[in-house]
């Protein structure tokens, strides 16, 4: 069983639904959860983080975190062709990030 | 500010040369990390220095050699590259809030071994 499993994707929405993205982790011990959005060719950035069971709204971007089902979620509302692009989910293991393989996402317009 | 940097962009190396990547952040972050990531794949951890002190290294070969001079600046020094070693190599330093660190990344340097 990998460490963080993500579907691969591509994830394809019509611009202005909403994009959901989920994540699922085996180590029960992670403590901090967190999504990055990776362009083509360029670098992760962090759009997201979450640490407590519920909810975190920042803008258009929700993250669920689900401790006792080991999952971990990120809502894209009104979702824009920008928003194509990878989006990474990590789990905080021993002293490291660990990465799941990114889901791809393609907002049409 | 949450700003890495990182110098070259781009870089072509053949493989018996010797190049260095580097990696600044003037944040006060505490630990800095080197990853490599290939082409439609996840970063891969390589090193992790913590205080200035080599903390992780995820079995790495040698011709990968990390250097921490200070504590906004970190090195990678190469030789004798592969080009199976072509990827994006990120740099990446965190901050602690409250029991909680988060990572944050450079843009990265682009490499190509021929």
């Known amino acids: 069983q990998k460490e963080v499993e993500q579907n691969s994707g591509p994830l394809s929405v019509p611009e202005g639904a909403i994009a959901s993205l989920n994540c699922t982790y085996s180590?029960?011990?992670?403590?901090?959860f967190f999504w990055y959005r990776q362009y083509s060719g360029k670098s992760p950035e962090l759009i997201m983080s979450?640490?407590?069971?519920g909810d975190k709204e920042d803008g258009r971007f929700t993250a669920q975190l689900n401790k006792a089902s080991q999952y971990v979620s990120l809502l894209i509302r009104d979702s824009q062709p920008s928003d194509s692009a990878t989006y990474l989910c990590?789990?905080?293991?021993?002293?490291?990030?660990?990465f799941g393989t990114g889901t791809r996402l393609l907002v049409s317009p | 500010d949450t700003e890495v940097t990182q110098t070259p962009k781009h870089l072509v190396m053949g493989m018996t040369n010797k190049k260095s990547l580097k990696c600044e952040q003037h944040m006060g972050h505490r630990a800095m990390y080197w990853y490599k990531q290939k082409a439609k794949k996840p970063p891969e951890l390589m090193f992790v220095y913590s205080y200035e002190k080599l903390s992780i290294n995820e079995s790495v070969p040698s011709r990968f050699s990390p250097e921490c001079p200070n504590s906004s600046l970190l090195n990678l020094h190469l030789h004798a590259l592969q080009p199976e070693d072509s990827a994006l190599y990120l740099c990446a330093s965190s901050v602690v809030t409250g029991n909680q660190e988060t990572q944050y990344f450079g843009p990265g340097t682009r490499l190509l071994v021929l």
């Open positions: 979450i640490y407590s069971n």
């Open positions: 990590a789990v905080t293991g021993f002293q490291k990030l660990v």
């Open positions: 180590d029960r011990g992670s403590q901090s």
